[in-house]
């Protein structure tokens, strides 16, 4: 059973750099899967923001590319997100989550998900 | 980007009744849709992939059906557990968009 865990601070400053990780088990982010992170403003609805691959290949929201940075640690199967210059509008829960592929198509949707964790920009 | 909507916004109903849940996308997706459950607090669950593929442990009472631009989730036999909010999300391209949920709310 996959399991994704994330860690970091749960309030960061205005202009300031919201930084998490996402540490998974029950798979290797070597796997032929990609990882996702989403996020959910409170109350709203989901956005994807980025994933990765296990070749390191990114793709980034465009209304975020210019400030997100999604990378990996295979030998420690972490992943982590990067988000500069952070505003209130940043505010939300931060998942991570698989995004599996099968033999038919790749990839296919977010089978499983970490718990989320709410990270709040405020002074 | 691809527009996801979703209609009903939200769907009143009881407990052994059947929902109806429809997604509408602004181009042609195939069937690239994949549909979630989110209970309060909870992260979303995968329920539905590529249409009408149910998702490991998803019970058969959950079915998608579509393609093209149109879908729907169908939920026979509703249980107290059903009751939340579910969205579509399209995987044709990135970003892979999320439509604004659907509330299945207790009537």
């Known amino acids: 059973q996959v399991q994704l865990q994330e860690s970091g601070p749960g309030l960061v400053k205005p202009s300031g750099t919201l930084s998490l990780t996402c540490s998974v088990s029950g798979d290797s982010l070597s796997s032929g899967h990609w990882w996702t992170w989403v996020r959910q403003p409170p109350g709203k609805g989901l956005e994807c923001i980025g994933e990765i691959n296990h070749s390191e290949i990114t793709t980034y929201s465009p209304s975020l590319e210019s400030r997100l940075t999604i990378s990996l640690d295979k030998s420690k199967n972490q992943l982590f997100l990067k988000l500069t210059s952070v505003t209130a509008a940043d505010t939300a829960v931060y998942f991570c989550a698989r995004n599996f592929c099968t033999t038919s198509n790749c990839p296919e949707g977010f089978d499983s998900w970490s718990r989320g964790t709410l990270v709040t920009v405020s002074s | 980007e691809i527009v996801l909507t979703q209609s009903p916004a939200t769907l009143s109903l009881s407990p052994g009744e059947r929902a109806t849940l429809s997604c509408t996308a602004s181009?042609?997706?195939?069937?690239?849709l994949a549909w979630y459950q989110q209970r309060p607090g909870q992260a979303p669950r995968l329920l539905i992939y590529?249409?009408?593929n149910r998702a490991t442990g998803i019970p058969d009472r959950f079915s998608g059906s579509g393609s093209g631009a149109d879908f729907t989730l169908t939920i026979n036999n509703l249980e107290a557990d059903d009751f939340a909010i579910y969205y579509c999300?399209?995987?044709?391209?990135?970003?892979?968009?999320f439509g604004p949920g659907t509330k299945v709310e207790t009537k």
């Open positions: 590529d249409a009408s």
């Open positions: 999300q399209q995987m044709l391209t990135w970003p892979y968009n």
């Open positions: 181009q042609t997706i195939h069937t690239y």
